[in-house]
T-cell receptor, first 117, second 112 residues
Framework: GAVVSQHPSRVICKSGTSVKIECRSL??????MFWYRQFPKQSLMLMAT?????????EQGVEKDKFLINHASLTLSTLTVTSAHPEDSSFYIC?????????????FGPGTRLLVL | KQEVTQIPAALSVPEGENLVLNCSFT??????LQWFRQDPGKGLTSLLL?????REQTSGRLNASLDKSSGRSTLYIAASQPGDSATYLC???????????FGGGTRVLVKP
């Protein structure tokens, strides 16, 4: 159980276009999902916390108008990179939070590799 | 300010040798510590989660310890195999915001 999927797994787009990435919890409901970005040979950096039915909370330095997050249901959060530029090329990973027995655990998706030409 | 630090950044060992990966954290608010494995171009695989009330967790050849007083966690991998080659990430969990803060990772290469 506790499987998280992401779609697409890889996307190549032209500079200036917008790209939407989906994150789904397949067998559980997640009131909270998280979006991370990972540049080559670097660790994961939290971009934002996505709560179902409310606005996302962005980390310092992350442009909320550039990275639009929608968490419309308990199993789906989307990240839209608007007007993407080459510097947005990165590996984007989501996680979904599941609380069980008083412990909060994040389950990670397989990631989406974005390449902006 | 780096809240979670992993040393070394890279490690190369011959097959069969034991691996010792270190993770240190400065934020006392971190109370759970989780170790992940990441293969190149892939997502994260959770290895071990050590809760604040625990001092260590074991799974097969893997053992992770947690010392909150010193802000340190260590991941031991016994009798390493080439298939253990990957990047290992530790992450501290803080109750505030339910956030995970990741270390920079240790890239491990086990040579046959």
């Amino acid at each position: 159980g506790a499987v998280v999927s992401q779609h697409p797994s890889r996307v190549i787009c032209k500079s200036g276009t917008s790209v939407k990435i989906e994150c789904r919890s397949l067998d559980f409901q997640a009131t909270t999902m998280f979006w991370y970005r990972q540049f080559p040979k670097q660790s994961l950096m939290l971009m934002a916390t996505s709560n179902e039915g409310s606005k996302a909370t962005y980390e310092q330095g992350v442009e909320k108008d550039k990275f639009l997050i929608n968490h419309a249901s308990l199993t789906l959060s989307t990240l839209t990179v608007t007007s993407a530029h080459p510097e947005d090329s990165s590996f984007y990973i989501c996680s979904a939070s599941l609380r069980s027995g008083g412990t909060e655990t994040q389950y990670f998706g397989p990631g989406t590799r974005l390449l902006v030409l | 300010k780096q809240e979670v630090t992993q040393i070394p950044a890279a490690l190369s060992v011959p097959e069969g040798e034991n691996l010792v990966l270190n993770c240190s954290f400065t934020d006392s608010a971190i109370y759970n510590l989780q170790w992940f494995r990441q293969d190149p171009g892939k997502g994260l695989t959770s290895l071990l989660l050590i809760q604040s009330s625990q001092r260590e967790q074991t799974s097969g050849r893997l053992n992770a310890s947690l010392d909150k007083s010193s802000g340190r966690s260590t991941l031991y991998i016994a009798a390493s195999q080439p298939g253990d080659s990957a990047t290992y990430l530790c992450a501290g969990f803080k109750a505030a915001g339910n956030k995970l803060t990741f270390g920079g990772g240790t890239r491990v290469l086990v040579k046959p």
